[in-house]
């Protein structure tokens, strides 16, 4: 493999991802932000997020002069062969995505374009962002010097994914030239991937419309379980016996509080946008959309169905992040069902194993305890919102003794239901009949 000079612009969770693995693999990369402050905590050797690996990757590769970080796209930009755009596409008010960082980088990479170029869209964007950014540089690219316009969407899941990018299902490349294929396969060329091409805007689209099938997926399991409470099933029977055909698969049927984070509620909004924008009302996706919000609801009506009055009890919620093995709360189901335990008059105390720190800043009113044991001490109920491991090695009989009443509402049916009842607690999960 001949290396290459790399650019990535945007130190998020996808650039850095990006970035420290495609030097990993071998390439020159060079991060860029516009954030001075978080380029000069990188250069220092601080990760700004939490992603099991990523900061010893980070720091192999400095070590071996393959990664380094910049301040502007005109440093970055310098030896480049192939540009990606991670900056962020945050969701607006009516769900579609902001693209004003995309349309910035878009002139800022116009105004430094000195030879042949690869720009890669890697950022979850709608469909004919590619276009549009193509538009947008040519406009800007005084000297018409030649370059190609590529998307490579991402499918990595927090927590996992440096493993998701090293050993990918798929590498999706829409692009329009032979050039360009050619020079993304190269890159790409360590990893033994199984390799999609196809054009650019069918690739921006097959990101939107995969985030949106495993939200959809999940909210059919949750719907699924609503059922199969009413009348004495197991929702995680039935996705047992969904799974074993392999034309449906048991992953992404896990029944409990639905899906947060920062990418399929916002890919799912803004699918459903593009949709109506283009005149199809995409019902599937507002569905999905209206199961998930009520799975958070109905986990505080188990709670309050379980304590009948909400006011002045306490609630020990264990897990704030999205998902285990990340610190990121955005979207997060735990931010809403505290906003609803609250208004209910309910006292939460609350322990995550590192979304803490993020989420003293955003949660009011809530007590930060310093382990699971001590968020349960004196509670009337254990919300498990988010199933860490380390909540599942949990010594329970201790855990029973320190709380007011033991009741168990499992978000996430990670306990042993018949083994949790043997030690005394009553316990409710999600999609189970009792
Ligand atoms: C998701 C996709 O899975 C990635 O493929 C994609 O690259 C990424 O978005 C992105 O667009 O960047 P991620 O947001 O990290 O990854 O999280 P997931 O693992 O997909 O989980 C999303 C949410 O669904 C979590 O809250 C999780 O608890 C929930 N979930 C997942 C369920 O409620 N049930 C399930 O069966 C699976």
Redesign the pocket.
Known sequence: MKPQNVCVIGCGY?GLVTGACLAGIGHNVICVDNDISKVSALKKGRIPIYEPGLDQLIHTNVKKKRLSFAGSIAEGMKNAEVIFIAVGTPPTDDGSADLTFIESVARDIAANLKKYVVVAEKS?VPVETGDNVEKTINRYNKNNVAFDMVSNP??????TAMDDFLHPDRIVIGAKSKKAEKIMMGLYAPLKAKFLVTDVKSAELI?HA??SF?AVK?SF?NSVGRVCEQVGADATRVAEGMGLDPRIGR????S?I???????PK?LEAFYYISRKVGYDFQLLRGAKEVNEDQRAYFVKKIEDALWILKGKTIALLGIA??PNTDDIRFA?ALDIVTRLQAKGARVKAYDPVAMPRAKSVVKGVTFCKNAYDAVNGADCLALVTEWPEFKTLNMKKMKSSMSHALIVDGRNMFDPDAIRALGFEYHGMGKAR
């Open positions: 996808v979850t991402e499918f990595l899941r927090e927590g990101k995969s985030n495993l999940i399991i992953s992404f049927l896990h409990g639905g899906f947060g984070g920062f990418c399929l890919d999205f998902k189901p």
